[in-house]
């Protein structure tokens, strides 16, 4: 598959096969998620993995964590988000609502612990950072992890970004023991897509190019 054809093909996937992943393929993934540029090639992104028990307790500690806490997903705005940007949120919740419905579970209660969960993936990926590194260093974590995400698109495995779980940083440090040096920056799950599931047949839309370029010629 080639690069155009991974981005136009992928999609978040939030329910899983148990069928369990090959190590040399997840090894072929990070070697992929390596390859992505950063200033001054500082390469700053780090990446744990974890299957089988040791996913299954970390699983367990961050859905009793949410159940004490009940961190919700939202955009992580100071202020009231601009109508365009909200727009795009109310769209694609309306995409996915019918196909969550359906599985008799609330939308929040399904995206929230869904993602302590890691949507059932049985591979899960804590992406952490070094703390001396200033927040635009972001970036180059943005530019592994799409890496990644295409990577594994390309090996026939799906995958979801989670980001509600950093909110449980510092438990997730202390369970994969993580020095205080280290920053939880994302989650991912990956694995193979169950397909026959509703869920992950939904396509949230994009904006046009025109929305998103400006052109001064």
Same mark, same amino acid.
């Given at each position: 598959m080639d690069v155009l054809s991974a981005m136009k093909s992928r999609r978040s996937a939030r329910a899983y096969l148990k069928r369990p992943v090959p190590r040399d393929?997840?090894?072929?993934i990070f070697t992929g998620a390596g390859r992505a540029p950063s200033a001054i090639n500082l390469q700053p992104w780090e990446y744990t993995v974890l299957q089988g028990e040791e996913k299954d307790r970390l699983v367990r500690l961050l859905l009793k964590i949410h159940a004490? +806490? *009940? #961190?919700?997903? $939202?955009? $992580? @705005?100071?202020? +009231?988000? =601009?109508? +365009?940007? &909200? &727009?795009?949120?109310?769209? &694609?919740? *309306?995409?996915? @609502? =019918? &196909?969550?419905?359906?599985?008799? #579970?609330?939308?929040?209660?399904?995206?929230?612990? !869904?993602?302590?969960s890691f949507y059932g993936a049985p591979v899960a990926v804590i992406v952490t950072?070094?703390?001396?590194?200033p927040k635009i260093r972001y970036l180059d974590i943005g530019l592994s992890v799409a890496y990644l995400l295409l990577a594994a698109q390309g090996k026939g495995l799906s995958t979801? =970004?989670? !980001?509600?779980? @950093?909110?449980? $940083?510092?438990e997730i440090a202390e369970a994969i023991s993580l020095p205080e040096s280290k920053e939880v920056v994302l989650g991912i799950a990956m694995g193979y897509a169950d397909e026959s599931a509703q869920v992950n047949c939904v396509k949230t839309d994009r904006e046009p190019r025109q929305e998103i370029v400006s052109w001064y010629e």
């Open positions: 393929l997840i090894e072929d004490e +806490r *009940k #961190v919700s997903c $939202g955009p $992580g @705005t100071s202020g +009231r988000l =601009p109508e +365009r940007f &909200a &727009a795009r949120s109310r769209l &694609a919740s *309306k995409i996915m @609502t =019918p &196909a969550i419905e359906k599985m008799g #579970v609330p939308f929040n209660r399904f995206i929230e612990e !869904g993602s302590c950072m070094d703390r001396l590194f979801c =970004p989670i !980001g509600l779980i @950093t909110a449980y $940083g510092d």
